[in-house]
């Protein structure tokens, strides 16, 4: 009887506008950002094809996770605006759709921040900051399989939302706050490697930082956003809307991170055309890299780590 009376109040307080409006605006954001992603993965696969083997597994990993994920939103769009056409209170069954996308969702941003974390570790050789993101990294990606077992047995979108009420936004702010931590730690490393007696290379490592800042403020303010639309304005389902977004974006911040090395390869050589000769990079520690070629002492920063793996492995 108890569960009877809570149907029937879900279903006089459900407003289909509420759900189909943000899902459907989102939707479409969400499939041109995948557009988005996909052309940025002909780019990095056309013009990295000496990068090392782990780090072109995490972008495929990520472009199929999104495909998938992609199909998902096809299947939503679908049943809201075609299946369920004239018969709005059937929205309040939770579709197949979103169950799916719940786990390709929270893979995607967990495989993007591992690869943030690692890179973290590889700049500052500090493994306390990167262990701190990394428990933040996982109990988000446990905390993201927790609702994905509850999905699979509820059958009314609004329960379901209030069921997992303070589990959801806890996972959002786990999210934002370990996005946060790794481009502060990173920005900070990148700021300590600055050589301020040479010019050029001053302005590089800038370039680098404030690229850093960029990536990591869109995906924490995201997280951000989401945590307080839900804890707000849950009953209009915006947040619901933008978390389809969220791990396309969080996917074209990685492949953005990749890619932006043309520009610093394109602005080495065109220092060194400018220069005509030969130059010393002098580290903070006091190494001396003589340089034939300026890219060569600086090169695929977002690489670099999985070299040194490689050549640790092979050792």
């Avoid at 990520?62 to 018969?87: A, E, K, R």
């Avoid at 719940?102 to 050789?125: A, D, M, N």
Wanted: aromatic share 12%; net charge positive; glycine share 6%.
């Amino acid at each position: 009887m108890g569960t009877t009376n809570s149907l029937e109040g879900s279903a006089n307080n459900f407003d289909p506008r509420l759900v189909i409006g943000p899902t459907q605006v989102c939707g479409l954001l969400s499939a041109v950002l995948f557009g988005c992603l996909a052309c940025q993965s002909y780019v990095y696969f056309a013009r990295f094809t000496s990068d090392h083997f782990a780090l072109k597994v995490t972008v495929s990993a990520v472009i199929l996770l999104q495909l998938g994920h992609f199909v998902c939103i096809i299947s939503i769009l679908w049943t809201m605006t075609v299946s369920s056409y004239g018969d709005p209170s059937q929205l309040m069954a939770l579709p197949v759709a979103i169950v799916v996308a719940i786990p390709l969702s929270g893979s995607t941003v967990f495989i993007v921040q591992s690869f943030y974390i690692f890179r973290l570790w590889k700049f500052t050789r500090n493994v306390f900051i990167p262990i701190l993101c990394g428990i933040l990294a996982v109990g988000a990606q446990i905390l993201t399989l927790i609702p994905m077992a509850t999905a699979t047995s509820m059958t009314d979108l609004m329960t379901f939302g209030d069921l997992q009420f303070l589990l959801i936004a806890i996972l959002f702010i786990v999210r934002a706050a370990c996005d946060m931590v790794t481009a502060v730690g990173t920005a900070w490393s990148l700021r300590k490697k600055r050589c301020y007696g040479i010019k050029n290379m001053a302005t590089k490592i800038d370039q680098l930082v404030w690229w850093t800042i960029e990536t990591g403020l869109i995906t924490s303010l995201m997280a951000t956003a989401l945590a307080i639309w839900f804890l707000v304005v849950k009953q209009n389902y915006v947040w619901f809307g933008v978390w389809l977004m969220w791990p396309n974006v969080v996917g074209n911040s990685l492949l953005t991170s990749l890619n932006r090395r043309l520009l610093l390869r394109e602005g080495w050589r065109g220092d060194a055309r400018s220069r005509g000769d030969s130059n010393t990079i002098v580290f903070r520690a006091g190494a001396i890299q003589s340089q034939a070629d300026p890219l060569e002492n600086f090169r695929n920063l977002d690489v670099e780590m999985f070299q040194e793996v490689e050549g640790s492995t092979n050792q």
